[in-house]
């Protein structure tokens, strides 16, 4: 295994590149002000370069330089959140602070470190940016770190509050930062705040405090090739007549497989939740051109006795999938006229709840600051007190999918291997 060495060369915030014209605070959606939200979403984008052919702009300075003309359009992100999260009154100050902006350096090359393929051979802490000692990472919207590799190749390390902005937002902001990288002079989606569109259902009575307990869930990834999905698929047409997407086969698996490897008692409820995108059913009041970049969601629970999900061929299970979200029109149309007695952004930590997080539509994928999309996307969405799935896409030139997870304790974790190796 190589010793890397990741070296800090500077860091500081970059303020928007053009001065602004007012000053403004924004108030933020009753999704964005989910209590829930105020944490931060943690990513490493690998990006291979051939240093002969790079030019003579190093990343981290053009990246920097495309950082400030983007926060021109998205000057939220160079704010600050004001305001109380519990009491519903958040807002972002528009004060141009800045984002906070790490430039380093590492002694070794991608291929020394295997193109930060799993296990990580070099810390995530060395890549992913980090504020001063003593600053609260969640007070700052958006961090951003481009570490240089002595091979010409860079890694971009993100951290940003999920507050301001959901996945597809917060690829929309990034892909905008990528235009100007590559010398556009505007963004190809024009970024629209409108917030005040989204639903504002009566605030109901807080249920009880989430439980935080550690369970030591243990991390294990797997690639699934686009053969296998496809072979799925067709099946599932061929039982139902309906079609089901790679998102439905992969979730219908590790539920299953999960599940299996617990052993929970037969009659016990399992869950598994996702965060459904919504724009689609706001199509009369946002803008028809797109462009919004809040979170903008709903999540989406299937439940099932846990004996009905181990015993089901996977196929019944992705049925199951399937049929939770079909109901989304229905449960995000009632929650936005307050008729729910219970929050269903209020989410519950227990065990037998597994969240699922799907990276392979949002847009990261196809981030280009002009030497090329990344070759792998390292997605950090894990807390010990959550049992998590998280999809994404295996290193390139590697087809498939790859799904990444933290949902059982390191008795079960064979048990859970077994099972998802029967998928292929």
């Not at 507050?163 to 990034?174: H, R």
């Not at 190809?188 to 009566?202: C, G, H, K, Q, S």
């Not at 294990?220 to 309906?242: L, N």
């Not at 990261?364 to 997605?379: A, C, L, M, T």
Request: charged fraction near 20%.
């Amino acid at each position: 295994m190589a010793s890397a060495t990741v070296a800090r060369k500077s860091q500081t915030f970059v303020a928007p590149s053009a001065a602004p014209t007012t000053e403004a605070t924004l108030e933020l959606s009753a999704i964005d002000r989910v209590p829930g939200l105020r944490h931060t979403v943690r990513s490493l984008h690998v990006f291979r370069r051939d240093k002969a052919a790079a030019g003579a702009r190093p990343p981290a300075e053009v990246i920097r330089a495309a950082l400030s003309r983007a926060l021109v359009d998205y000057r939220p992100f160079a704010g600050r959140f004001v305001g109380s999260v519990a009491a519903a009154e958040a807002c972002v100050a528009c004060t141009d602070d800045g984002a906070w902006f790490v430039e380093a350096v590492a002694d070794c090359s991608l291929d020394d470190v295997n193109g930060l393929d799993y296990p990580l051979m070099v810390r995530e802490e060395d890549l992913l940016p980090s504020p001063e000692e003593g600053v609260d990472p969640t007070s700052i919207p958006f961090m951003m770190q481009v570490t240089e590799f002595a091979c010409g190749g860079f890694v971009v390390g993100l951290v940003a509050v999920h507050t301001l902005a959901d996945g597809l937002g917060a690829a929309q902001f990034i892909n905008a930062i990528a235009e100007f990288a590559r010398g556009l002079g505007k963004p190809t989606v024009e970024p629209v705040w409108a917030r005040a569109l989204i639903p504002n259902p009566p605030k109901l009575p807080p249920g009880p405090p989430p439980s935080f307990k550690s369970f030591g869930f243990q991390y294990f990834a797997t690639d699934v090739t686009s053969d296998r999905v496809a072979h799925v698929k067709a099946e599932y047409f061929q039982a139902t007549g309906q079609y089901c997407s790679a998102f439905d086969v992969a979730i219908a698996k590790v539920w299953q497989a999960r599940t299996r490897a617990v052993k929970y008692s037969p009659e016990a409820e399992v869950h598994v939740c996702f965060f459904a995108n919504t724009r689609h059913l706001l199509t009369p009041m946002l803008p028809k051109e797109g462009g919004f970049y809040g979170n903008c969601f709903y999540p989406v629970t299937v439940t099932a006795t846990a004996g009905d999900v181990a015993a089901a061929g996977l196929l019944d299970v992705i049925k199951m999938i399937r049929d939770g979200k079909s109901r989304l029109p229905m449960e995000f149309a009632k929650w936005a006229s307050g008729d729910v007695k219970v929050d269903p952004y209020e989410l519950t930590f227990e065990h037998n709840v597994l969240f699922v997080s799907d990276w392979t539509r949002l847009g990261f994928f196809e981030v280009d600051y002009g030497w090329g999309k990344p070759s792998n996307i390292i997605p950090f969405n894990y807390a010990d007190y959550m049992a998590v799935a998280v999809l994404g896409a295996p290193p390139v030139p590697k087809k498939g999918t790859r799904i990444m997870t933290q949902c059982v304790e390191e008795k079960h974790l064979m048990d859970f291997k077994d099972e998802m190796k029967t998928f292929f």
